[in-house]
T-cell receptor, first 112, second 113 residues
Framework: GAGVSQSPSNKVTEKGKDVELRCDPI?????LYWYRQRLGQGLEFLIYFQGNSAPDKSGLPSDRFSAERTGESVSTLTIQRTQQEDSAVYLC??????????FGPGTRLTVT | AQSVTQPDIHITVSEGASLELRCNYSYGATPYLFWYVQSPGQGLQLLLK??????LVQGIKGFEAEFKRSQSSFNLRKPSVHWSDAAEYFC???????????FGTGTRLLVSP
């Protein structure tokens, strides 16, 4: 079946602009995660959604970052007033509850 | 705080040779352990996982990993490396309930002819 999809695959934006990144999880997966991968580094957890529970936002680096998810479907990660240090690959993953996570191909964000 | 250490940033292995990638974790209990592989421009693909039970786990593409509680390690192995195995490998620890994964910084594998 279809895997996790993310759009856009690449995004170049000017410093100070807002960006929205989209994630379509695997159908039926109740949990959705966002991670950030800076160049040459491992993945940093950003936020986690599980069903209708309150999201775990403990990894969001600043209040410029926010994310939404409607039900068990699409999620959007928004970064306001982008900074150069926001340049990274943003990866989305989904899982069927407490099971292994399946990752999308990521969105490469470049802030100029 | 939980942490994962992958001490080798780069490893070069000759094609056909054996491979071992090291992973150590710091956690107060036995965590859930994962190895993922990331090829250039690709997302992460799950190679194998350890939840409980047999400490030697088999994964895809001929990989295996062994959980050693006494050493807080979960090293990845492959008996004979293929050129297509060249990629970045990430070890990760799953916290209770899989609410988030803590990743190591990765090991880049280069395969020489």
């Amino acid at each position: 079946g279809a895997g996790v999809s993310q759009s856009p695959s690449n995004k170049v934006t000017e410093k100070g602009k807002d960006v929205e990144l989209r994630c379509d999880p695997i159908s039926g997966h109740t949990a959705l995660y966002w991670y950030r991968q800076r160049l040459g580094q491992g993945l940093e957890f950003l936020i986690y959604f599980q069903g209708n529970s309150a999201p775990d936002k403990s990894g969001l680096p600043s209040d410029r970052f926010s994310a939404e998810r409607t039900g068990e479907s699409v999620s959007t990660l928004t970064i306001q007033r982008t900074q150069q240090e926001d340049s990274a690959v943003y990866l989305c993953a989904s899982s069927a509850g407490a099971r292994e996570q399946y990752f999308g191909p990521g969105t490469r964000l470049t802030v100029t | 705080a939980q942490s994962v250490t992958q001490p080798d940033i780069h490893i070069t292995v000759s094609e056909g040779a054996s491979l071992e990638l090291r992973c150590n974790y710091s956690y107060g209990a036995t965590p859930y352990l994962f190895w993922y592989v990331q090829s250039p421009g690709q997302g992460l693909q799950l190679l194998l996982k350890y939840f409980s039970g047999d400490t030697l786990v088999q994964g895809i593409k001929g990989f295996e990993a062994e959980f050693k509680r006494s050493q807080s390690s979960f090293n990845l192995r492959k008996p004979s490396v293929h050129w297509s195995d060249a990629a970045e490998y990430f070890c990760a620890v799953g916290l209770t309930g899989f609410q988030k994964l803590v990743f190591g910084t990765g090991t880049r594998l280069l395969v020489s002819p």
